[in-house]
């Protein structure tokens, strides 16, 4: 069975800092991304940061403040978010994209979700 359990949300003042991170368990074949998204109140979930085919991408909205990580050895990304202000207060998802087995299809992988407070 595979799960992505989550980490490092909680309530940090603005310009502070907070590490997420998630990490895959159960048998899995091959990752092909890993990444995160979030969603504030009465907004759309939207990509925050993703690593895929070897390269890193970010939302305008973070890049410079965000970066993503990944450790293959323990199929786990994170995300080390400095200079927070409040409009990064969302509920962070990480997202996997996985291969369980060889010639199967990959499949979307959703971890539950953090809470990032950010206070003015």
């Known amino acids: 069975q595979v799960q992505l359990v989550e980490s490092g949300g909680g309530l940090v003042q603005a310009g502070g800092s907070l590490r997420l991170s998630c990490s895959a368990s159960g048998r899995i074949f091959d990752i092909k991304s890993m990444g995160w998204y979030r969603q504030a109140p009465g907004k759309q979930r939207e990509l925050v940061a993703i690593?895929?085919?070897?390269?890193?991408n970010y939302a305008d909205s973070v890049k410079g403040r965000f970066t993503i990580s990944r450790d293959s050895a323990k199929n786990t990304v994170y995300l080390q978010m400095n200079s927070l202000k409040p409009e990064d207060t969302a509920v962070y998802y990480c997202n996997a994209v996985l291969v369980l087995n060889y010639g199967s299809n990959d499949a979307n992988y959703w971890g539950q979700g953090t809470q990032v407070t950010v206070s003015s």
């Open positions: 690593i895929s085919g070897g390269r890193r």
